[in-house]
């Protein structure tokens, strides 16, 4: 049973457009949520989170919004960069504070 | 922010053997987990190494398959035990820091032969 779900297995982008990753959850109690990032050989690495008392977080060319009503969140990148083309992953904490990944999305973002 | 390795990087074993990953952290962290990523699949929290104690395992990760040690507030073992090909993973280990903000190393890529 997957509490979040990533549906799309990979995304291609072109340099300076937007990427936007989506992620889905189950669980309504689900209050916190953060999107990591992870390239080939490296462990992920923390990108950006979001409480669900917000509706949107911003951090540089990183934005995460938050749809409590239809358990959705999303991370929109702008510009898209070559640099940017990793493996995202979304996660949410369950109650007992362990986090629950999706299963990835793989972003190439091309020149 | 502290740094964290894992050793070995990778690694290709037989069917049958053990083999134990280590993780060290440069500094004292007070929660480490270990998590298994499939091929193809998302991250799978395995445990939560407690310091001092035993590990604490999530459902369908058991003892005498995953032994985990905890020695002190930097460092870890994970074990994997009597491997099949079905054990063929990346294997992390991470540190959490408020708000559930973990940060991971650079993972053990197993292949069970």
């Known amino acids: 049973d997957q509490q979040v779900k990533q549906n799309s297995p990979s995304l291609s982008v072109q340099e300076g457009r937007i990427s936007i990753l989506n992620c889905d959850y189950t669980n309504s109690m689900f209050d916190y949520f953060l999107w990591y990032k992870k390239y080939p050989a490296e462990g992920p690495t923390f990108l950006i989170s979001i409480s669900s008392i917000k509706d949107k977080n911003e951090d540089g060319r990183f934005t995460v919004f938050l749809n409590k009503s239809a358990k959705h969140l999303s991370l929109h990148i702008v510009p898209s960069q070559p640099g940017d083309s990793a493996v995202y992953f979304c996660?949410?904490?369950?109650?007992?504070?362990?986090?629950?990944f999706g299963q990835g999305t793989e972003l190439s973002v091309k020149p | 922010s502290a740094v964290i390795s894992q050793k070995p990087s990778r690694d290709i074993c037989q069917r049958g053997t053990s083999l134990t990953i280590q993780c060290q952290v440069d500094s004292q962290v007070t929660m480490m987990f270990w998590y298994r990523q499939q091929p193809g699949q998302s991250l799978t929290l395995i445990a939560t190494?407690?310091?001092?104690?035993?590990?604490?395992?999530e459902s369908g990760f058991v003892i005498d398959k995953f032994p985990i040690s905890r020695p002190n507030l930097t460092f870890s073992t994970l074990t994997v035990s009597n491997m099949s090909p079905e054990d063929s993973s990346i294997y992390l280990c991470?540190?959490?820091?408020?708000?559930?903000?973990?940060?991971f190393g650079p993972g053990t890529r197993l292949t069970v032969t």
């Open positions: 190494a407690n310091q001092g104690s035993e590990a604490t395992y």
């Open positions: 991470s540190f959490g820091t408020e708000p559930y903000e973990q940060y």
């Open positions: 996660a949410t904490r369950n109650q007992g504070g362990k986090l629950i």
